[in-house]
C-alpha cells in the first residue's frame, strides 16, 4: 500500500499534504501522510476491536476510505478528523457485529427460559417452526418489522425507509412483537409439552 513513494518532502504539514492530495488525486502524497498516523489508526482499531487482525484490516480499511472521503471533505485538522474517521469505522464494525449476535441470540431468547430442549439440531428446526408459525398470527406490522429487523438484519432507520413507519412506531413494534411472539412460542411448547405427557 505505502511501500513505494516519490520524492515527496517530508517537511510538508498534513494540510500542504491533505491539499496536495486533493488537487492531484496522487495516491502517493496520500501514503506519504497515512503513514505518519498508521501507528495511531492501528491503536485505535485495537481498542475498540480488541483483536489484532481485525484491526490490522481497520488500517486498510480505512485507507481506502480515505481516498474517497477525503476527495469529498473539506478538512482543516486532519490528525483529528482521521481520529474520528477511525473511531466511525470502528463503531460500525461492532454494531454490524451485535447486530448478526443479537439476531441469532434473539430467535431463541423468544421462548421461555425454562423451555426443555430435546436435542440438538432436531430442537433448533422445531423452534423455527414454531416460530415462523407464531410470526404469521402477528398483526402485519409487527410481523413485517420483527422480520426485517431479526431475519433481514436491518437496523431501526433501515425499516423506517423501507416501510415509512415512524422511528418510534418502529422500536413499538419490534418490542411489542416481541413480546407477542415469545407468548406464542410459549403457548406451543407448553402444549406440546402437555401432549407429550399424555
Known sequence: MVSFLKNIPSELTDEELVYSYRSTGDLDILSKLYQ??????????????????????????????LIIKLQKHEVTQFKGWLYQLCKNYCLMILR???KMIKSQIDVSLVQSEGTVHLNGELDKEENFKHMYFC??????????????????????NEIVSLTGIEWKQVKSLIQNGRRNLKICMDKQMNEINAFNKT
Do not use: W
Open 135 to 156: 410470526l404469521a398470527q402477528l398483526i402485519p406490522d409487527q410481523r413485517k418489522v420483527l422480520e426485517l429487523f431479526y431475519l433481514e438484519i436491518k437496523c431501526y
Open 36 to 65: 505518519r498516523y498508521m501507528s495511531l489508526v492501528y491503536g485505535v482499531c485495537l481498542n475498540f476491536l480488541k483483536d489484532p487482525e481485525d484491526a490490522k484490516d481497520g488500517v486498510m480499511s480505512i485507507y481506502e476510505e
Open 96 to 98: 454490524t457485529e451485535k
